[in-house]
Structure formats: C-alpha cells, structure tokens
C-alpha cells in the first residue's frame, strides 16, 4: 500500500513549556511521530482527557495504534516530556487521509473512521481528518495541541492535500446544558458568545466551523455533539462551498 513504509521526516518542533503559569522552569517537550511502545500512554492520556477510566472499551487502545502506525504512520503524533521517571506521554494526535469531502453529509465518527483501527484510512485521501487529540489535564493550557496542529498543518502541506478538518467535541457543553439546547450552544461559540474549550480553541488555531453533527462521538459533556471544522490549505484548489451558510442550519 502506497505510503506505508515511506520513511517519514522528522518533525521539528521542540517547545519550551516556560509560558506555563503553573510550572515554571526549562521544562520542554517534542513533537514526534508514533512509536509502538507509544501505544499504552496513548490509551491512559486519552482516557485521563476525556475523563474515562483507563481500559475503557471504545477508546483507542494500543492494538488499534500498531495498526495505525503500519497504515499512516506520517499522521499519527505524540508529544513527550522528559521527567526523572524516562520519557512521558502527554498530548497525542491521530489522523487518517479520506476522500469524503468536508461539504458532504457529515458523518458520524466512527462511520467515518470505519473502526478504531482506522479501517477507512484513504493513503489517496485529499483530506487529513482529525481522529483523535487529546492533552494530559496536567499538561493542558501550554501550548500542546496547538503544536500538534502546527505539525499537522505542516504534514498537510507536505502531502499537498485539500487541507483538514474534523469534529470538535463541544466539551463546554456540560456547563450551559441547564441554559441552552446544544444547538444555541454552538451558534454561540461559532459567533464567539461563548469560548468552547475545545471548538473556540481550533477556531482560534484557523478552523473555521461549518455546522453542527449530533451524535458525533460518544461524550457526555458535549452531549455527544461535536462541530465540524474544516482548514483549507493555502494555495489549494478551492474546495466545494457547503450548500448553506452555518448560522442557517444552526438556527433551526
Ligand atoms: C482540547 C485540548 C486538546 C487542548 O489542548 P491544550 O494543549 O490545552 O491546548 P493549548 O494549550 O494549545 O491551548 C489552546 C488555547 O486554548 C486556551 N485554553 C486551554 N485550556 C483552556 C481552558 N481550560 N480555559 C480557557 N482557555 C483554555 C489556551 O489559553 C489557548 O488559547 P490561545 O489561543 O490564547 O493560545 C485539551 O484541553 C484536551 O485534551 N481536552 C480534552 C479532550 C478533547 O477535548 N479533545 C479534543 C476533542 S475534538
């Protein structure tokens, strides 16, 4: 299969955790490519992101990464620090390429996945679609998803691809759900009302959200919602216009 035993690029990015207000010192971490042993820290951080207990069924678990490693291993990304225990895994992202177009019928998670293992991963794909991100709770706010972004942008550039998208989770949910339905709920974070931890922030990092998917992914605090966001590559062919403005299907 194309791409699979290319070898891949190293990913540049060494960040200082300095700007942390919590931590201060020369604390940093990197950017790299999944490994193998990366699989069960994969597991734990996504689990401790989403407030599962770890071993969950339904999250991804480090089987379902070896086989992500074998069919994208250019797109599938850990951040690590290094503490006096050996090195640590605190953010992850995973991605898949597609064919389905962003302007399509959304989709489901895992219909678009097809299963954990990413069964529907395209190696034509025009598309990078975002999997998974998660950040350890006690690494988050310092800049670690926001450079797994930049170093999935850069991979979408490198590919030449269309650009990326996926489903936020509008994990902010939980705190308005006595106030709002989940559809104000997200035309208030797509006009900026309201700041999503999760959605605000991928706006803010050059997402731009298109409309609402209900039931999207299992996730108590999004009340299983998520948001489809969608970057377009500079310099790429425009890519089909949804065939109406966002706020119009939020506001039914
Ligand atoms: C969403 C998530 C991946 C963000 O990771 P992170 O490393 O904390 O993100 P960053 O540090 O790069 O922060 C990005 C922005 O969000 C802001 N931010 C982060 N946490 C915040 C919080 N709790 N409240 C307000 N702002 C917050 C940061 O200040 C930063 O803003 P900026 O635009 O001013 O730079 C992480 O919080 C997480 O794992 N959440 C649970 C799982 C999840 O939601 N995954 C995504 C599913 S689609």
Same mark, same amino acid.
């Given at each position: 299969?194309?791409?699979?035993?290319?070898?891949?690029?190293?990913?540049?990015?060494?960040?200082?955790?300095?700007?942390?207000?919590?931590?201060? !010192?020369?604390?940093?971490?990197?950017?790299?490519? &999944?490994?193998? @042993?990366?699989?069960?820290?994969?597991?734990?951080?996504?689990?401790?992101? *989403?407030?599962?207990?770890?071993?969950?069924?339904?999250?991804? #678990?480090?089987? *379902?990464?070896? =086989?992500? &490693? %074998?069919?994208?291993?250019?797109? /599938?990304?850990?951040?690590?620090? #290094?503490?006096?225990?050996?090195?640590?895994?605190?953010?992850?992202?995973?991605?898949?390429?597609?064919?389905?177009?962003?302007?399509?019928?959304?989709?489901?998670?895992?219909?678009?996945?097809?299963?954990?293992?990413?069964?529907?991963? #395209?190696? @034509?794909?025009?598309?990078?679609?975002?999997?998974?991100?998660?950040?350890?709770? =006690?690494?988050?706010?310092?800049?670690?998803?926001?450079?797994?972004?930049?170093?999935?942008?850069?991979?979408? @550039?490198?590919?030449?691809?269309? !650009?990326?998208?996926?489903?936020?989770?509008?994990?902010?949910? =939980?705190?308005?759900?006595?106030?709002?339905?989940?559809?104000?709920?997200?035309?208030?974070?797509?006009? !900026? =009302?309201?700041? #999503?931890?999760? &959605?605000?922030?991928?706006? %803010?990092? !050059?997402?731009?959200?298109?409309?609402?998917? +209900?039931?999207?992914?299992?996730?108590? /605090?999004?009340?299983?919602?998520?948001?489809?966001?969608?970057? +377009?590559?500079?310099?790429?062919?425009?890519?089909?216009?949804?065939?109406? %403005?966002?706020?119009?299907?939020?506001?039914?």
């Amino acid at each position: 299969m194309k791409g699979v035993h290319s070898s891949i690029p190293d990913v540049q990015l060494e960040i200082s955790l300095e700007r942390s207000a919590h931590r201060a !010192g020369a604390e940093r971490y990197r950017v790299e490519h &999944v490994r193998l @042993e990366h699989g069960q820290s994969i597991h734990e951080v996504l689990c401790y992101a *989403n407030k599962f207990p770890v071993g969950t069924k339904g999250c991804i #678990d480090k089987a *379902n990464i070896k =086989e992500m &490693v %074998r069919l994208f291993p250019e797109g /599938q990304f850990v951040v690590v620090t #290094d503490t006096p225990k050996g090195e640590k895994v605190i953010g992850l992202a995973l991605t898949m390429r597609t064919d389905y177009a962003p302007s399509a019928r959304p989709l489901g998670w895992l219909e678009m996945i097809g299963d954990l293992s990413l069964a529907k991963h #395209d190696p @034509e794909g025009a598309w990078l679609y975002g999997v998974e991100k998660a950040v350890h709770p =006690e690494y988050q706010g310092r800049g670690v998803a926001s450079a797994l972004y930049k170093a999935q942008f850069a991979l979408a @550039e490198r590919l030449r691809l269309k !650009g990326m998208y996926a489903g936020g989770m509008l994990k902010g949910y =939980e705190s308005y759900r006595e106030r709002l339905s989940v559809r104000a709920y997200a035309g208030k974070v797509m006009r !900026g =009302e309201v700041f #999503d931890p999760t &959605v605000s922030m991928q706006m %803010r990092r !050059g997402f731009k959200p298109r409309t609402v998917i +209900e039931n999207y992914a299992w996730d108590r /605090q999004a009340d299983h919602t998520g948001m489809l966001i969608v970057w +377009e590559r500079p310099g790429a062919a425009p890519a089909e216009r949804p065939a109406s %403005r966002p706020e119009a299907r939020l506001q039914r």
